[in-house]
């Protein structure tokens, strides 16, 4: 009997570091799909996303064998980086990694304010993450600091400070790996001395791309759609009630669940049978905007869940996930900002050393179909100048080809990633305009996108 029990203790404690080992590996296959999916790389090397991912899982397995550590290691960056919600990560990997990759998640909002004031948001959000989020963290900074740091020196020191103010918050992650982060902030921080510029460097391009007047398009665009333009009715019943009174209702993707006689959880997966009490979820913070919130405020929370709701006089009412977007006032309101996008171009074009031929930097067929416009239009006594003959993609080709423009424009860190966001742009147009699904296939695109509009909308406060 007593042998019989070793060997059962023995296949359960195989059995258990199988299942260990399996969510690892699922982790990091998801993880690399996912990144993989959008076309992420690592900024400055172009090196594949998960050799990121890797060099951080690797330094947390070094300090401990906990499964879920290791696979939130490898998906800590999969909520704000791809269409992957933190509700997809409990699905598939179980609410304790779940917890792990919503604590490593970004909590603050570019209408939070600058940086500094983002920063500080996110700081107090990891100060109080679990210990083993805070692992997690610090095995991020570490491989974040060298990269960066050796790279762009410029920013560098800007990350520096900010690695500086997390570690005073991430007293709670493993003591091998914060002396570690310690040390390596020390390196960085010798070699990265107060910047002078020399003489003749470059200045750092300038933060506001558009044009003052598109700006304050864009700040409109901003105010003029709000959540409840776009939200549906949300249905709701009793925590007591049985969820077979939702039986018969059309298939929606949420029920509200009144507790005390107030909306302050949901149901989105409803069993044969029980009470909502058993099957309901709270409604976290991050998921709750109120009616007049932008679509930039849906967006982001968007990116974050599988669904937001919406208060009206302090209570919730209604509901809005992805597939709201498709309709009619999403659409218009993200084509509006890209035609201020393609505007903004055209006018930097029309702004750029007149001794310079843009011309030649399209191809001949391109600009064959440019001139055949031109020459079709004054036909018809519409005279036009070429510039506005030609397409996006033209315009694109041009931007791209300027030295400081892709940056300020698409955000890119490198020439190759301001071209992938400049295709990701033209795409995200080209689905707009042909009524296709913009939310399967583009959805990176619109959160970037809405993140862009709300840095230009303050600019133009």
């Known amino acids: 009997m007593a042998d019989g029990d070793t060997g059962s203790e023995g296949k359960a404690v195989m059995d258990g570091r199988a299942e260990a080992a399996g969510l690892v590996e699922c982790a990091r296959q998801f993880a690399s799909a996912a990144h993989g999916a959008v076309g992420q790389l690592r900024k400055y090397s172009g090196q594949p996303y998960e050799e990121h991912l890797g060099r951080v899982a690797a330094m947390v397995a070094g300090v401990t064998d906990d499964p879920e550590v290791i696979a939130a290691a490898w998906l800590h960056d999969v909520v704000e980086d791809t269409p992957v919600t933190i509700e997809e990560i409990e699905r598939r990997f179980g609410p304790g990694v779940r917890e792990l990759v919503d604590a490593l998640t970004d909590v603050s909002r570019p209408q939070h304010g600058n940086r500094a004031a983002r920063k500080a948001l996110d700081r107090e959000h990891l100060a109080k993450a679990p210990p083993r989020a805070q692992t997690v963290k610090l095995a991020d900074l570490i491989d974040n600091c060298n990269d960066i740091c050796k790279h762009n020196p410029r920013f560098g020191r800007v990350f520096v400070r900010e690695m500086a103010a997390l570690l005073d918050v991430l007293t709670a992650g493993d003591e091998t790996l914060r002396k570690r982060a310690r040390k390596t ?229 490198s020439k190759a990633e301001s071209q992938r966001r400049a295709r990701d742009f033209e795409d995200l147009r080209n689905s707009l305009a042909h009524a296709q699904d913009i939310v399967s296939h583009d959805w990176t695109q619109i959160a970037r996108l809405a993140r862009r509009v709300e840095e230009l909308a303050n600019d133009a406060n």
Not at 266 to 294: C, H, K, N
Not at 365 to 374: E, G, M, T
Not at 384 to 392: G, N
């Open 185 to 413: 902030l020390e390196k960085w921080s010798a070699r990265l001395a107060p910047h002078k510029p020399a003489a003749g460097e470059p200045a750092a391009p300038p933060r506001a791309s558009l044009p003052a007047h598109l700006r304050r398009a864009v700040r409109m665009f901003t105010r003029g759609f709000s959540a409840q333009d776009i939200a549906e009715p949300l249905r709701s019943f009793d925590a007591e009630s049985p969820v077979a009174a939702a039986r018969e209702l059309p298939g929606c993707p949420a029920l509200g669940v009144r507790v005390a006689g107030r909306v302050t959880a949901y149901a989105s997966r409803l069993p044969g049978s029980g009470a909502f009490a058993e099957v309901m979820r709270p409604i976290e913070p991050t998921q709750l905007l109120d009616a007049d919130a932008s679509l930039v405020d849906v967006i982001t929370a968007l990116t974050r869940h599988d669904l937001c709701f919406v208060r009206l006089h302090g209570e919730v009412v209604a509901y809005v996930s992805r597939q709201e977007l498709q309709g009619p006032v999403a659409r218009m309101w993200l084509f509006g900002i890209i035609t201020s996008f393609e505007l903004a171009m055209t006018e930097m074009i029309r702004s750029l050393d007149p001794a310079l031929d843009w011309t030649g930097m399209l191809t001949p067929a391109r600009l064959h179909k440019a001139k055949a416009l031109q020459e079709a239009r004054a036909a018809l006594g519409r005279t036009a100048p070429l510039l506005d003959c030609l397409q996006l993609s033209d315009k694109l080709r041009i931007v791209l080809a300027v030295d400081t423009q892709p940056r300020t424009i698409f955000r890119g860190n």
